[in-house]
């Protein structure tokens, strides 16, 4: 079958600035796609495109095998929509948000309060129908925006930081939910600042950075190209201690990244390095061997310096 979404040469500019820069992508149908990257990487406005609220500047992009420029308002009426920030009426109540909600689509008001009650319980909001919105949590205002964005019952759903400020209970139960959609057959785009959360959910997915696609996998397959199988972090209380320990690290033919706060050492044995990092009294303060991560990966690629 043809991707889902398939974009060419796809690119957005504001005035002089260059916010996606000819980039190529397809997401399948029934997938779970990333977009990782630091902040101003192009993330967000690749969303806003698919999502048929942003006009392409360049480029070729189609959502259904549709043109957005042509054929936005059919998109948009089989797409969920989660924002990177929560716009709920917070004046009425949980339920209300859905119905009102759900008038948008041209739902008959039966099929509606029906969806939002399976939501509701989907979302573990069923006790909070009735209350205004207003006085709810941060984690029970995402999860509404979340059961709001699935009464139309989409066929894709885009997640803009589905999970961005939320407590790790809140978290790890929208990741139970987003894997329960998916195996209803629900595509899913997904931007993140949270790697373990992109191990978890994505199937494939982009790692953008200054608008262009640096690499592009599964999260295993980029920690196999890109990383080691494990890391070691070593830690010394003294930078001069560190820095003796340096050459005898790369003398041994180990990629290692000094920084201020600690030595990453990439090896595929993290047994293998015991004997080099104690020598001549010299010994870390702290050796915390650890698989290598999709973290790792979006640091080697993108940098650790803040891009605001």
């Not at 953008?208 to 196999?224: F, K, Q, T």
Request: proline share 6%; hydrophobic share 40%; with cysteine.
């Amino acid at each position: 079958m043809p991707p889902l979404i398939q974009g060419t040469r796809l690119t957005k500019q504001f005035g002089d600035f260059v916010a996606v820069d000819a980039i190529d992508f397809s997401v399948e149908e029934g997938e779970c796609f990333g977009f990782l990257g630091p902040n101003g990487a192009g993330k967000t406005s690749t969303m806003r495109m698919i999502g048929c609220v942003s006009p392409v500047s360049a480029g070729e992009l189609r959502v259904f095998g549709l043109d957005p420029a042509v054929d936005g308002p059919r998109i948009r009426a089989r797409l969920g929509v989660v924002p990177q920030e929560d716009s709920l009426d917070t004046e009425l109540t949980v339920f209300d948000n859905l119905l009102i909600y759900g008038r948008y689509f041209d739902l008959p008001r039966a099929v509606i309060r029906e969806r939002a009650e399976e939501l509701l319980a989907f979302m573990q909001l069923s006790e909070r129908r009735a209350d205004r919105v207003d006085p709810l949590s941060g984690g029970m205002k995402r999860r509404l925006t979340i059961a709001r964005a699935l009464v139309n019952q989409p066929d894709l759903l885009l997640l803009d930081e589905p999970t961005t400020g939320l407590d790790p209970q809140a978290r790890h139960l929208l990741w139970e939910r987003f894997y329960q959609l998916k195996r209803q057959g629900v595509t899913t785009v997904i931007t993140t600042h949270y790697m373990e959360e992109a191990e978890q959910l994505c199937d494939r997915l982009v790692i953008m950075d200054g608008g262009h696609i640096v690499a592009e996998g599964s999260p295993r397959e980029l920690v196999a190209q890109y990383s080691t199988r494990e890391v070691v972090e070593l830690r010394y209380h003294d930078g001069e201690v560190r820095d003796k320990v340096l050459p005898r690290l790369g003398a041994a033919g180990l990629r290692i990244e000094a920084l201020p706060d600690r030595v990453l050492v990439y090896t595929d044995d993290a047994d293998s390095i015991s004997h080099l990092v104690a020598f001549d009294g010299i010994e870390p303060d702290s050796v915390y061997p650890r698989r290598s991560t999709l973290e790792d990966v979006f640091l080697i690629l993108t940098g650790r310096t803040l891009d605001d």
